[in-house]
């Protein structure tokens, strides 16, 4: 049992990340920042205290685009919850964009790490 175990941890300690598009920081289009910041108001508690830093987007390399930074607002009791990073992913159709990933809080961090570091985000499955 313990054997069994080690190896399917083992095995996947070594599976290769799936990878997914990578990103260069760029303009955004028209509107894009504004939609994120509203896309994050939602999730808030007091969306109107809301305050957002180091905002950047990045074009990704699958047509789509991405937006980090990071964002402090209070709760509904009024306490300050701190500055969070966020992600936002918007995938690319023949209409528009329309957001494919919200990520507020630490995943949020790596995400744009790997962005800025030009290495491929990791997708699920496949």
Known sequence: MIRAMLALCLTL????????????????PDGLLELSEELVRETLGAPNTANFRRIVSFRLSDGGWAVCGSVNSRNLVGLAMGWKPLYLRFS??????????????????????????????????G
């Open 13 to 28: 300690a070594v599976a290769p990340a799936h990878a997914g598009p990578t990103g260069i920081p760029a303009d955004p």
């Open 92 to 125: 690319s159709d023949g209409s528009g964009l329309r957001l494919a990933r919200r990520i507020i809080d630490w995943p949020a961090d790596v995400a744009c790490r790997q962005l800025a570091m030009g290495r491929p985000l990791r997708t699920r499955g």
